[in-house]
């Protein structure tokens, strides 16, 4: 119960604090001290930059989803359009927290942020063409931490992609984009 009488400012300091990322409390906020911890090397193909990041105050509070901590989390891609071919994905986390960019097809007519999510939070990797979510390096790995960049290059086919973090509870929480592969 301790938590509930901890200033918001407080908990903000701890988190940073564990996250290794120093910072400055003033008041009720946080002023973080970070530069990017890493870039990507040139990529191959077309380069789409995906942005990952959590929106809002109440990280410890319960919010509107499981598992959302109280934020509205984001993933947005930009270009949302290349052709098809050799497709450079470059993830910079922008958040607090660590994320993920996993690659899985958009069935037609499906739109994205509504597959079915497993009481683990998460939704099923079946088909996955790839994912960025090893910190600093390309591929696979446990998660980007913040600040910090992670890439993979795929070659997609034309079609419908819905980019997402499919950590607990993040999906469910905004994590996803469309990308579309035109012919």
């Known amino acids: 119960m301790w938590l509930h009488k901890m200033s918001y400012t407080a908990m903000s300091a701890v988190m940073y604090a564990g996250l290794g990322l120093g910072g400055v409390a003033t008041g009720a906020t946080i002023t973080p001290r970070r530069q990017p911890a ?10 789409v930059d995906v942005s990952l990041s959590e929106m809002g105050s109440g990280m410890m509070s319960p919010g509107p989803n499981p598992g959302s901590h109280g934020t509205r989390m984001r993933l947005t891609v930009t270009p949302s359009s290349v052709p098809a071919g050799k497709v450079s994905l470059r993830a910079y986390n922008a958040g607090v927290l660590a994320h993920e960019v996993v690659v899985l097809p958009l069935p037609a007519g499906q739109t994205p942020g509504r597959r079915v999510t497993g009481s683990d939070g998460r939704v099923s990797e079946t088909g996955s063409l790839g994912e960025a979510s090893r910190t600093c390096g390309a591929g696979a790995g446990n998660g980007i931490a913040p600040g910090s960049t992670s890439w993979t290059t795929l070659t997609l086919r034309p079609g419908r992609y819905e980019l997402l973090c499919n950590f607990p509870g993040h999906y469910a929480a905004g994590m996803y984009a469309e990308l579309d592969v035109t012919g």
Do not use: H, M, W
């Open 38 to 47: 890493c870039t990507a090397p040139p990529l191959q193909g077309r380069v």
